[in-house]
């Protein structure tokens, strides 16, 4: 019996996807439930499990090419049940009274599939394309990512360690594709102004340390900073809400709600998963929100419906070491809060010079809806939440 593997159905909004990698080939043995391919979308990448234990007979639609919902692309070829009674031939003896042997029991398993290297396991499709095509053992390189992956500079560049002058042209992913878009976009549509300010974060950090043990076994997470940042904007938002604002048409959209995103590097791209109603969450409530996205992020099952929406946007260029920036909207959205490293500088306190952890703040806005005095009020409040953070504790 044969089974056709079908193209499942697309999320809402998203027309059709692109198969970005076959993890089986034709011949294979596979097993219920295990996945078969990877479909990319404009936003997330979809698994496609088999429907039954079996052997992947034909691959009817190749890495590459594009899919709709339903479009059949491949055939299994269903397992035999899990046993089958065969009966042995007995000579007739003459004597009709003579008990027939047991009947022969026969047990098929369907062959489990070889599993990956363990150097190959968590490697992207990219990554896994350029270490076939140069023949390069990846256990033999050391990754840069995060968390020690293995990025496709680490293999392009152990490749050129021969002298050899390289060249590859690979296709744009999806969602690559889709992030120049809206980048674009935002540029051609919205007259983007960006200003900044300063923030001295020694409140922060002491309450950090002085609660991060406890805090850790009460509510089961760390006590990051991040939460500081999205309690601090979403009381400058609730403060100033054209900042929350966004343009439909001729007419501006005030939310009463703010959904915040949290812009997140990964190997496929840029994702900006949404907090929702964050105005109404703990501190407790967004670092578990938080782990839950950097999980999904690292182990790519972050859905469409974590990234629709969202009223502002967060992006911390300082883990990657930024001092200053000017990061770009995410329309429709009117602004987005820039973080940057910090570091110890010197300021004036009490006439006294002292060393401060200090951090730029960049707010590019939208300036057709949000006026420069708006932007610069909304610094400041998030500013002087995070100096003084028993004011948004106490919703002051």
Same mark, same amino acid.
């Given at each position: 019996m ?12 998203? *027309? ?12 294979? &043995? ?12 404009? $936003? ?16 009817? =639609?190749?890495a ?12 299994? /070829?269903? &397992? ?7 009966? &042995? ?5 003459? +004597? ?7 009947p022969? =029991? ?24 350029v270490?076939?095509? *140069? ?10 990512g995060?968390?020690?992956r ?9 490749a050129?360690k ?35 300010? /300063? ?14 043990? /406890? ?14 940042? =999205? ?9 100033h ?6 343009? @439909? ?5 005030y939310? +009463? ?17 949404? !907090? ?7 501190l407790?409530?967004? /670092? ?5 996205f ?41 602004? !987005? ?11 004036v306190?009490?006439?006294?010079? =002292? ?15 949000? @006026? ?10 998030? $500013?002087?939440?995070l ?10």
């Amino acid at each position: 019996m044969t089974i056709e593997v079908k193209v499942p159905v697309l999320p809402e909004s998203v *027309e059709d996807a692109t198969i970005a990698t076959w993890h089986k080939k034709a011949g294979d &043995a596979v097993r219920r439930d295990e996945n078969l391919l990877d479909l990319e979308t404009d $936003k997330v990448v979809l698994e496609v499990p088999a429907p039954a234990d079996g052997v992947l007979r034909s691959i009817l =639609v190749e890495a590459g090419q594009t899919v709709v919902s339903g479009d059949v692309l491949a055939v299994i /070829e269903q &397992a035999p049940a899990a046993t089958e009674v065969r009966q &042995a031939s007995v000579p007739d003896s003459g +004597n009709s009274a003579a008990a027939a042997p047991a009947p022969e =029991v026969v047990t098929w398993t369907a062959q489990p599939p070889t599993p990956p290297a363990a150097a190959t396991a968590k490697l992207s499709p990219a990554v896994r394309r350029v270490v076939a095509e *140069e023949h390069i053992d990846p256990g033999s390189i050391e990754g840069s990512g995060r968390g020690g992956r293995l990025t496709k500079g680490d293999v392009l560049a152990f490749a050129r360690k021969g002298g050899s002058r390289l060249e590859e042209r690979v296709n744009m992913t999806r969602l690559r594709k889709r992030i120049a878009e809206r980048m674009k976009e935002a540029q051609n549509t919205a007259a983007i102004l960006t200003s900044f300010n /300063e923030v001295d974060l020694k409140a922060v950090m002491d309450l950090r340390t002085r609660f991060r043990e /406890e805090f850790l076994k009460h509510h089961g997470v760390k006590l990051g900073l991040m939460s500081f940042f =999205v309690k601090a904007c979403c009381d400058a938002l609730r403060k100033h809400p054209v900042v929350n604002a966004s343009i @439909d048409g001729d007419e501006i959209v005030y939310h +009463n709600f703010q959904d915040v995103g949290i812009a997140v590097s990964t190997d496929r791209g840029l994702m900006v998963p949404i !907090i929702r109603n964050a105005e109404g969450l703990s501190l407790a409530e967004i /670092e578990k929100t938080i782990e839950q996205f950097a999980v999904k992020a690292r182990e790519g099952t972050i859905s469409l419906e974590d990234l629709q929406g969202g009223t502002f946007t967060i992006t911390n260029g300082g883990v990657f070491g930024s001092l200053v920036s000017t990061p770009l909207l995410n329309p429709p959205q009117s602004a !987005i809060l820039g973080m940057h490293a910090i570091k110890d500088r010197p300021v004036v306190l009490a006439g006294e010079i =002292v060393a401060r952890p200090m951090m730029y703040l960049a707010l590019s806005y939208d300036h057709r809806i949000v @006026d420069g005095r708006d932007a610069v009020q909304f610094l400041v409040s998030v $500013k002087e939440s995070l100096e003084d953070p028993a004011r948004f504790l106490l919703g002051l």
